[in-house]
């Protein structure tokens, strides 16, 4: 099993703006198998997908460093698809040892962040 957290962050353009906005939310995950093996190779830029059900969350309780009461969710998941490191040589490439099959593979224009 590992524990990875990842960043997920989301572009808009308000109407009464021409500039963008930016929201980056957090994921806890546990993830087991063969996934847990692959997750290790995740850095900070890589494309990764991570599909779950709300049956995969899992609420934990914990008290922060100023004693205050926190609620964390985790996402527990055995399957966890990676498709491009920041660092590749070219936008589109992916390394099909660790993703998913070249056919399952989408194309980066279509991903909608």
Sequence with gaps: MANV????????????????????????????????QRVTSLAKGDIAIL????????????TSADGEARTNLKVLRSNIQLFAHAG????GEFPEEQGAPAEAQPDLADIPF
């Design 88 to 91: 590749s040589a070219e936008a």
């Design 51 to 62: 599909e779950f059900s709300m049956a995969d969350l899992e609420a934990q309780a914990y």
């Design 5 to 36: 957290n990842l960043a997920v962050s989301r572009s808009w353009k308000p109407q009464d703006s021409e500039e963008y906005k930016t929201k980056t939310s957090f994921l806890s995950c546990a993830v087991w198998g063969d996934a847990a």
